[in-house]
Nanobody, 121 residues
């Protein structure tokens, strides 16, 4: 099992940047497919980025602006978010999956508590 704790959310103006961190304990982030999801009020939770042994995935809405990475030495996954837009406002969740081809929330077994990102216009 792995435990995940997100941090780094906050309030930022449009065009600004934030870096979300997902600290893992129990197992290493390299043992899992790591994903970042977001959920806006009244909307479904959607995958925005995923890193695993297959090519990294990004949702079309964040391509070129977000970068997912992981550091095994710190046992932490990251989501660097640049050029933020008001439509990026959501609760962001870190998740871990034992499956390589994981795309939906149901594919991920472990979740963090979420961190709020608010982008003002």
């Amino acid at each position: 099992q792995v435990q995940l704790v997100e941090s780094g959310g906050g309030l930022v103006q449009a065009g600004g940047s934030l870096r979300l961190s997902c600290a893992a304990s129990g197992r290493t982030v390299s043992d899992y497919t790591m994903g970042w999801f977001r959920q806006a009020p009244g909307k479904e939770r959607v995958l925005v980025a995923r890193i695993s042994r297959i090519p990294t995935y990004y949702a079309d809405s964040v391509k070129g602006r977000f970068t997912i990475s992981r550091d095994a030495t710190k046992n932490t996954a990251y989501l660097q978010m640049n050029n933020l837009k008001p439509e990026d406002t959501a609760v962001y969740y870190c998740a871990a999956s034992s499956k390589v081809f994981s795309t939906t929330p149901y594919d991920f077994e472990y979740w963090g508590q979420g961190t709020q990102v608010t982008v003002s216009s």
